[in-house]
């Protein structure tokens, strides 16, 4: 499903995407702009947010009953309202069975800091990787 959703935006063809995404669909782009399913389909129909390329670096599956969590890295070059639009990306993206079909429940998208982005974005730091004691 992952490459068929990757196959559907950089055609510029989001049709294939609308049976697979849930109703209550619920999208968090790297900008902080959050979609239901009627924006996030209208936004890629009206070619708001057009993909040049799409190349995923690395891919993490976890499968959890009837859910199936996925976590990619995946660097850009896309154009957004007409502006250029790129960088590397970690995205997350939740399926959840639904009936007999897997359906897209939530995405977000989270910019990698110091990726050679093109934008203003602030470069945060990272957290400790375990808890700090006080």
């Given at each position: 499903m992952e490459?068929?959703?990757r196959t559907a935006l950089l055609a510029g063809n989001p049709a294939p995407l609308e049976p697979i995404i849930a109703d209550d669909f619920l999208g968090i782009g790297a900008n902080g702009t959050i979609s239901n399913k009627a924006q996030y389909l209208e936004n890629l129909h009206a070619g708001?947010?057009?993909f040049k390329s799409m190349d995923v670096e690395s891919t993490?599956?976890?499968m959890l009953r009837d859910v199936a969590i996925v976590n990619s890295t995946i660097r850009i070059d896309a154009t957004l309202h007409g502006s250029p639009y790129r960088?590397?990306?970690r995205y997350t993206r939740v399926y959840r069975?639904?009936?007999n079909e897997w359906k897209v429940i939530n995405f977000e998208a989270t910019r990698v800091s110091?990726?050679?982005s093109n934008d203003d974005m602030q470069?945060?730091?990272p957290l400790p990787t375990r808890p700090v004691q006080r």
């Open positions: 490459d068929a959703w708001r947010f057009a993490n599956i976890r960088g590397l990306f069975l639904i009936g110091g990726s050679g470069r945060g730091q």
